[in-house]
């Protein structure tokens, strides 16, 4: 891409001399110690920044912060810190609507599906940041699946004629919803064609590889949910990931599942096994 595409102030960066510019107390204080992920947010010439503190001497809770700062380097920590004072979780979103700013924080959703004879079929995952329900939004009828927390989440609803609204006057988001409702499509057709036509070994395959192209090579998943979403049994891909285990293609930590060679598993989703 051009230099027009990318300007210098954007990529091109030298570290700030006095870094830190903003930390845990190192007190025996709520927020002794802070997370590394948080949310700057601009409004006119003021910076609101939301952090996650924590005091492993006192507890294992996390609590919510909001400081201020009119240059980005000199933090102003609120006086009513924290201003949520039960449990928190580290990663969070903020959007300002009127007078209010609406927050989703880390959290993970299942749509899934029950077959006649009662077994869950996983359609996706959602992440912070992404949307679900726009069917029934557009369609004025009932979400065709059910939603399910997997983890704390906390989520932003927005009802259908404000919806509506705000895309009549937007229509370029409209437009992007468009793109990500094409995208869904598309990852719809291929699931059924992997369904219909080719080996369990290649769904599941794909199914690893299109979870580490959204989310990276740490994925976060049982093999029992692995399995929903290849619409095959646990058993199966247990005995599947074991045989990856064994090839160093993956291996597991502590309930996740990370992959360790890219290639070879993509070799696996296009065929017969040939590593």
Known sequence: MGDEEFPSEIVDFVPYSYNPVFAGTGKDTWDRMIRERGYILRE????????????????DTKYLGYATSLDGLTWTRHPDNPVFDRIWTEDMFVIKRGDTFYMVAEGKVKVLKYSSLGKEFIIAFFEPGE??????????????????????????????????????????????IISVLGERLRDAQSRLRDLAGERVEQRLARTLLKLSSKLGPSLPFTRQEIADMAGTTTETAIRFMSHLRDRKIVRSVRGKTVILDEEKLRILSEGPPQV
Do not use: C
């Open 44 to 59: 006119g010439d003021t910076y609101h920044m939301w952090y996650t503190g924590y005091n492993e001497n006192r507890a």
């Open 131 to 176: 949307m679900f329900g726009e069917v029934a939004v557009f369609q004025n009828q009932p979400y065709p699946a059910s939603a399910q927390a997997v983890a704390e989440t906390k989520v932003l609803r927005i009802g259908r004629p404000d919806f509506l609204s705000f895309l009549a006057r937007r229509p370029e988001v409209a437009m992007r």
